[in-house]
C-alpha cells in the first residue's frame, strides 16, 4: 500500500505544531500504522545526533521517539542554527554546509528542494504515513516565492494541509481565517481542515467560535485541543519556549543558568528542572545571578559572542565570585569552552577570526578548526565511576593541564572535560549527561543533594503517551487519516 501523507502547518511560530504532530504520531503508532516525521526546513539552536551520523531538530527527534524509530538526517534535511540576528550555520541532510545570511538564504534555498523531496520519498517509502511540520506561519507570502517550508513544499510534494492555530495568544479566529484571506488561491485549496490549540477554561465556550471559522473558510474543524500540563515534560524546541523563575522542587540543590542569546541544547537542563530536591533558575538577561549552588553555563551555537554577551551582563563577576565563595561551575559544550583561558577562532567559524580571554575558571584553552564531532558517547564519569551516556555535538578541540590531569569522563579510547584543582569547577562536551541517571545522582550528591530517581526517559515517554490519550480525546484522528494522500513517486 503506498504511503500517505498529511502537512500541519501554523499561523504563527510557536502554535504547537510540533507538540501536535508528536501526539499523532504516537496516538497513529499505537494503532499499528508506520509513522515518520518530517519537517522540510526547521530553525532551531537544539539539535539531536541522528543513528546515521548526522544531526537533526530536536522536535523531529521526540516525533521519532514517538513513533519509537531510530533517528535519521531525513526527517529534517534542512537545519539552520541561528549564530546571530543574520545569519545562520546551514546543515543539509545532517551535515553542515557553511554560512548563510538570512537575505541570501531566500535565493539559495531554491536549489535545496530537490534534496527535501528526496529525503521525503525516501521517508514515505518506509511508512504508512508521513507527518510533514511546517515552518513559522504559512501567511508569510513574502516568503513564499521558493518557499521550501511550508505551502513551497506542500505544492511540490502533492500534500494537503491541516491549519493550527493558538487560542491561548488571542485573535485565532482572526489568524486562521485571516491566513485564507491572503494566501493564494491554489495554497489555499490545499488547506482541509483545521485545528484550535491551547485551550484553556470551559472548551463549550468556543462552540460558536470554531462553526464560525468552518463557516467562513469551508474547512473541516478537525478539533479543540484542551491546554495539557503533561506537555512541559516534553523537551522545548526553542529558546522562546523558556520560561523564567523557577523550575523544578523546593529542594536544597540551588542551580542558576544564565540565559544567552545563542543558548543550544538546552534541553540537557530538563531532568534537572524535574528533580524535586532542586530548584533552577534560568536567568533572563538584566537580572543578577541568584544566590546558588551551581551555576550552569549551558551549550552555545555561538561561544564568543555569548561570552561577549555574558560579559555585558556582569554575569562573569557574578560567577567568579561564587566561584571564590566556594560555589561550584559548570559548563556544557560552549559553556565548558568559555571556562577555560581563550577561545580562538582562527578561521572564523563563529564570525570573524578572533581571540578572546575566556573565564579561567580552567586551565584549559580551546580552538575552534576542524569538522564537527557528532556521536553518541558511552563512558564513565570520574573519579566516582558511574556509568553514563549521552553525545557530542561540538566544533573545536579543548586541551590544558587539567583536562590532561583532571578529565571529567573517561569514554573509553579517549577522555572528555576538565575539572579545577578544586573540584567545583567542572567542564564537559557530552550533552544529556544529565539525563542519565546514574551520572545525574553523582553530580548531585557533589552538592550535598540527592536524586529523586526518575527516569527521565521513561518520563518523556509518558508525557507522549498521554499527550497522545489527550489528543484521541480532542480531535478527530479518523478525519485526519482520511485527509491524507498517497504519496506520488
Partial sequence: MAARALMFQGTGSSVGKSVLVAGIARALTRRGLRVRPFKPQ????????????????????????????????????????????TGSQLVVRGRMRGQVRAKDFQSFKRGLMPEVLDSFH??????????????????????????????????AADVDVVLVGDIDRGGVIASLVGTQAVVATGDARRIRGFIVNRMRGDPSLFDAGMVAIAGMTGWRPVGLV??????RDLPAEDAADLHAGRHGGTGGVRIAVPCLPMIANFDDLDPLAAEEGVSLTMVRRGQVLPPCDLVILPGAKATIADLAALRDEGWDIDIHA??????????????????????????GIEGPPATVAGLGLLDVTTVLEGGKRLEDVTGRLLPEGTAMRGYEMHIGRTTGPDHDARPLIDLGRRHDGAVSPSGRIWGTYVHGLLADGGARAALLARLGGHSDGHDHDARVDAALDALADHLETHLDIDGLLAMARPVRG
Avoid: W
Fill in 322 to 347: 561564587h566561584a571564590r565563595r566556594g560555589g561550584y561551575v559548570m559548563g556544557i559544550c560552549g559553556g565548558y569552552q568559555m571556562l577555560g583561558r581563550s577561545i580562538a577562532d582562527p578561521l
Fill in 42 to 85: 526547521n530553525m532551531s539552536n537544539n539539535a539531536a545526533v541522528t543513528a546515521d551520523g548526522g544531526e537533526i531538530g530536536r522536535a523531529q527527534a521526540l516525533q521519532a521517539r514517538a513513533c519509537g524509530v531510530a533517528l535519521s538526517v531525513d526527517m529534517n534535511p534542512v537545519l539552520l542554527k541561528p549564530q546571530g540576528m
Fill in 226 to 231: 484542551p491546554f495539557l500540563d503533561r506537555v
Fill in 122 to 155: 525516501t521517508l514515505a517509502g518506509q511508512a504508512d504515513i508521513v507527518l510533514v511540520e511546517g515552518a513559522g506561519s504559512a501567511s508569510e507570502v513574502n516568503l513564499r516565492a521558493d518557499d521550501i517550508a511550508n505551502m513551497g513544499f506542500a505544492q
